[in-house]
């Protein structure tokens, strides 16, 4: 028997949420509603008269192939990071889940890199990818790479890509290890007394029941690699070069704060707010189908 909590007075429980409620009405809903506003305005350069306009953002916005350009790029740079950042932390988790000794020390140093600050990481990797300065960009250099993200655009994207992704493991890590620690060990032993080895009981045992598990980190770094790896742009690229880097993120930044065009800033907010919307309910829609719960 499970007992219910009753409530002495029926306004107390609304009470106790209303702190969170107004966290959340402060601090997203009211900047959201703010942002649909503003993106139906145009402002003048000075910033004393605002003009509605209605959808004239949005469709200066659609004419502009440098848009498409941004969303092309987000795209990219979002599979590139969830698809590299998801791989290396199931790999990391699978061999920290072992019996080793130390394990616990292992664990401990792959979870410390989620601690840093985006910008840290950045200036971490400009270090290492430096094409004068950085100790692995002179390596690459010696094996005859001519490595130079400054002026080679793919280069810069691999860069920062390696940054967010390397940001974004010890999250997925942590997620990984738990799933699989939490798999009975019935189930495993079973498998190997039927004859499967180690691999066969990843794929046919292991890997089904982390499903779960891995769809929601799918989401959760879709989500980031959107919004996010702001930090990390602008401390490494700063959406150079030639606009190699620029995601719609660092595009918002820079049309709106930099540009002074707040308008088309705030659609390209309230466009890319949606696209994530759509883009979860696609992946709840069709990808959902395939986890095993």
Do not use: C
Not at 117 to 143: D, E, N, T, Y
Not at 187 to 209: N, Q
Not at 227 to 254: N, Q, R, S
């Amino acid at each position: 028997m499970h007992k219910n909590v009753v409530f002495q007075h029926r306004w107390l429980p609304y009470l106790l949420i209303a702190p969170q409620l107004l966290i959340v009405l402060a601090f997203f809903y009211w900047p959201a509603l703010q942002a649909v506003w503003q993106s139906f305005l145009l402002q003048d350069a000075f910033g004393l008269s605002t003009t509605f306009v209605g959808f004239e953002n949005y469709v200066e916005l659609i004419r502009q192939p440098e848009y498409f350009g941004a969303v092309v790029r987000t795209f990219v740079f979002s599979a590139l990071i969830a698809g590299s950042s998801l791989s290396f932390a199931l790999l990391l988790a699978v061999m920290a889940d072992k019996p080793l000794s130390g394990s616990t020390v292992y664990r401990t140093l792959l979870i410390w890199p989620y601690a840093v600050a985006p910008a840290v990481a950045g200036v971490l990797w400009i270090f290492m990818l430096h094409p004068s300065l950085g100790m692995v960009a002179r390596g690459l250099r010696s094996l005859g790479v001519d490595w130079n993200p400054l002026l080679n655009g793919n280069h810069a994207m691999i860069l920062v890509v390696l940054a967010a992704a390397w940001k974004q493991i010890s999250y997925n890590f942590l997620f990984f290890l738990a799933g699989l620690q939490s798999i009975p060990k019935s189930v495993l032993e079973a498998a190997a007394i039927d004859g499967a080895g180690p691999v066969r009981r990843f794929w046919t045992v292991t890997f089904p029941l982390l499903t779960p598990t891995i769809f929601f980190l799918i989401v959760v770094n879709i989500v980031y690699a959107f919004f996010d790896t702001f930090g990390i742009i602008d401390a490494m690229t700063g959406g150079g070069p030639a606009k190699a880097t620029e995601t719609l993120v660092y595009k918002v930044y820079l049309d709106g704060l930099l540009g002074g065009n707040l308008g088309s800033s705030a659609a390209q907010s309230v466009l890319l707010m949606m696209m994530v919307i759509v883009l979860t309910a696609i992946q709840f829609r069709y990808v959902e189908r395939k986890v095993t719960y």
